[in-house]
């Protein structure tokens, strides 16, 4: 279990998830080095603590999940400084959820904009509270997205969408972001994380090792399909090999609910 403390974060473990709520408040969670180098270390705890089984990103107060990044640090920044930020990120934080053996879910609460809309579209889905905005402002401030949107938006919500959003930086709301397929799911405010944690114990239930080749074969669905379809093929194998698929099984032929182990 996560012991550590942090600046910019809070965590507790809740029935196999862990709750993370970025908190920043007087920042609306923006986005700057501390928060950065706070959630990669979370990440290398969720990897390595196999109490874990998934993970619950959300945003402190009623606000904002994530506002964006600290424009004040941005300024401040040259050429080989942002492409270092930019990489840093990426690679400590951002790809690494995206690739994680467990799910990560975002419960986006306000504002998810630039470098917070990147983050929820890193995670694997996304719940939004109806007060909910995304958006990629970063052409407003003559940038691009340094966090992966202009990659992963276009796979979200297709080509044409993406380049409006990201050209434009107009913010949408939880309604348009839902129909677009941003999200999964919209709830009242007062009802998204009561909302989220009964999915997240739903997901939690379910076989560890199987959630991880899902995960591991959604991401090879991007490449040729001859090779997702291949690896496919070879999970499923794998699968039979396993205590929880015996389980499952057997329990199904017994009428009664799986109780799985990871193995």
Request: proline content about 4%; overall charge negative.
């Amino acid at each position: 279990m996560d012991t550590m403390t942090y600046q910019t974060l809070k965590t507790s473990l809740e029935d196999g998830f862990l709750l993370v709520t970025i908190h920043r408040p007087e920042k609306l969670n923006a986005l700057n080095r501390e928060l950065i180098d706070e959630l990669a270390r979370m990440i290398d705890y969720v990897y390595e603590d196999p109490e874990i089984k998934a993970v619950l990103l959300t945003g402190a107060g009623d606000k904002a999940f994530v506002a964006g990044a600290d424009i004040a640090e941005l300024s401040q920044l040259d050429s080989a400084q942002g492409e270092a930020l930019a990489r840093k990120g990426q690679e400590w934080v951002f790809d690494r959820i995206e690739q994680a053996p467990k799910p990560f879910v975002a419960a986006v609460n306000g504002f998810a904009l630039g470098g917070g809309c990147e983050l929820a579209m890193a995670c694997h889905f996304r719940y939004a509270s109806e007060q909910a905005r995304f958006g990629q402002p970063e052409v407003n401030l003559g940038l691009i997205p340094g966090y992966g949107g202009t990659q992963r938006l276009p796979r979200l919500i297709g080509r044409g969408r993406a380049l409006e959003l990201l050209m434009s930086g107009d913010m949408i709301s939880a309604d348009q972001a839902l129909a677009m397929g941003l999200v999964n799911a919209v709830f009242p405010a007062d009802e998204l994380l009561d909302e989220s944690r009964t999915r997240m114990k739903k997901l939690v239930g379910k076989s560890p090792l199987v959630l991880k080749e899902i995960l591991d074969l959604v991401r090879a669905s991007e490449g040729p399909l001859s090779q997702g379809l291949e690896s496919e093929i070879q999970a499923f194998g794998r699968c039979f090999s396993t205590e929880d698929m015996k389980e499952g099984t057997r329990a199904f032929l017994e009428k009664r609910k799986p109780l799985f182990i990871g193995k």
